[in-house]
């Protein structure tokens, strides 16, 4: 896994959180409890998530085989949206702004479903300018 990407997405997904609006509930790192049930998300390690993200994320969405920039933007959107999100965007897309502006669409849809997602909204936008700028 690209060291560049994980600092992204840890700096992005650092503390615990367990907001009831939240879907996948209890999250740190950015690894959520709806997705390891049996696993101790309040202590989990920095070596653990990251052990997650090579295998659930990275390798899953198949960003060892993206050049940089692209594996970056999978990647994250794949910790923050679910892998097949990112997949089916990078799909669509198979360029990083196409691909930016259609994960932009994506948060407008889910807000739009699931309107208490719209707290969350400013945070996405937020992480969306920061990504934009590390992809340069």
Not at 3 to 13: D, G, I, N, Q, T
Not at 23 to 43: A, M, Q, S, V
Not at 59 to 75: I, R, T, Y
Request: with cysteine.
């Amino acid at each position: 896994m690209d060291s560049r990407a994980l600092a992204f997405v840890l700096a992005r997904e650092g503390s615990y959180v367990w907001n009831p609006a939240d879907p996948g509930g209890e999250t740190k790192y950015g690894i959520c409890k709806r997705d390891h049930p049996n696993l101790d998300i309040k202590n989990l390690t920095v070596a653990q998530a990251s052990a997650i993200y090579e295998e659930e994320y990275w390798q899953a969405a198949g960003c060892q085989s993206l050049p940089w920039p692209a594996s970056l933007v999978v990647f994250d959107c794949a910790v923050n949206m679910g892998v097949h999100a990112a997949v089916a965007l990078w799909g669509a897309t198979g360029d990083v702004d196409a691909f930016l502006w259609a994960r932009l669409d994506r948060y407008r849809e889910l807000v739009r479903a699931r309107p208490t997602s719209l707290q969350f909204l400013p945070g996405w936008l937020r992480r969306m300018v920061l990504l934009h700028e590390a992809a340069r």
